[in-house]
Nanobody, 122 residues
């Protein structure tokens, strides 16, 4: 499956952004999908994931209560609604997919999208 992330940009602290990840090439509804991010000087880290049906979601503690992951299988698209953004959320955000596992770690990811940069100013 090919993944295309979009929606990044520059926002002030406390603001909101919505990232999108459009999928193509294979049956999107068969894949668990999620978001990872890589902050400057840090390793890529898990942000959020959602099961293939959309019935269950998972979040990193650092974003719980502020970010919401969702998917629309009819549109082959996944979303990440980010509210109350903080400067520490500044990172390149990547969408990811797996046909076998919920994408809770980089090791479980089978497919990566290109990144989209989110910059949060203080």
């Amino acid at each position: 499956v090919q993944l295309q992330a979009s929606g990044g940009g520059l926002v002030q602290a406390g603001g909101s952004l919505r990232l999108s990840c459009a999928a193509s090439g294979r049956t999107f509804s068969r894949y668990s999908v999620g978001w990872f991010r890589q902050r400057p000087g840090k390793e890529r880290e898990f942000v959020a994931a959602i099961t293939s049906s959309g019935g269950r979601t998972y979040y990193a503690d650092s974003v719980k209560g502020r970010f919401t992951i969702s998917r629309d299988n009819a549109k082959n698209t996944m979303y990440l609604q980010m509210n109350d953004l903080k400067p520490s959320d500044t990172a390149v955000y990547y969408c990811a997919a797996s046909g076998d596992s919920v994408v809770l770690t980089t090791r479980l990811v089978e497919f990566w999208g290109q990144g989209t940069l989110v910059t949060v100013s203080s």
